[in-house]
């Protein structure tokens, strides 16, 4: 068994080697507190696309100036001064009702600001939280965009500079937003 974990890792290594994952990059390490300044100022400055996936995006109705509204906000006006923003939430089918009330909830405000909703296939969570903006910049790590995350949470990311990752994660977005649902507004 052991031998097999070797020669799996050797593989392994070989395969993301030989795909660019050496390339060169600015890369940024991005913490707690650090997360939503940087975050709020590439969206602002976004000139042409904004690509998000994320598990959770909470809108606080209650809390308009929360963290995760201002982000979601930020989205919307990034759609309304024609920037193509594509988002793709999480939606599982065996959730309780609350918790799926989080992405739907945001998907809504999006959605009447003109921004591209997905969710993700039923039967696949999608845990993966990722932002590419402008085919350059990319932000990944461990962030929701909901309340603990982004306030009390121990949580992690990088800023990567390149358009080499960039195309790479359009492509992972792309794979994903072929399996998923258009989000549609109730009348």
């Known amino acids: ?9 050797l ?14 990059a600015d890369v940024q390490p991005i913490t707690n507190a650090y997360y939503l300044p940087k975050v ?3 969206i602002e400055k976004a000139e042409t696309s904004i690509y998000v996936v994320m598990y959770n995006m909470a809108w606080y109705d209650k809390y ?35 918790e799926k009330d989080i992405n739907i909830e945001a998907a809504k405000i999006l959605k009447k600001a003109g921004v591209n909703v997905m969710f993700d296939p039923l039967e696949q969570t999608t845990h993966a939280k990722l932002l590419i903006i402008d085919n350059r910049f990319v932000v990944i790590g461990s962030f929701n965009w909901s309340y603990y995350s ?5 949580e992690t990311a990088v800023l990567i500079d390149s358009k080499d990752i960039a195309s790479y994660f359009l492509n992972y977005f792309n794979s994903i937003a072929v399996r998923s649902t258009q989000f549609k507004l109730s009348n």
């Open 64 to 98: 308009p100036d929360s963290s995760s509204n201002k982000l979601i906000n930020l989205l919307c006006r990034a759609a309304k001064r024609n920037v193509s923003v594509n988002v793709i939430l999480n939606r599982d089918s065996d959730k309780k009702k609350e």
């Open 150 to 154: 982004l306030e009390k949470n121990n």
């Open 11 to 24: 593989f392994l290594t070989f395969v993301l080697f030989s795909k660019g994952f050496c390339l060169p």
């Open 40 to 42: 709020m100022e590439l």
């Open 1 to 9: 068994m052991r031998q097999k974990l070797k020669i799996f890792a």
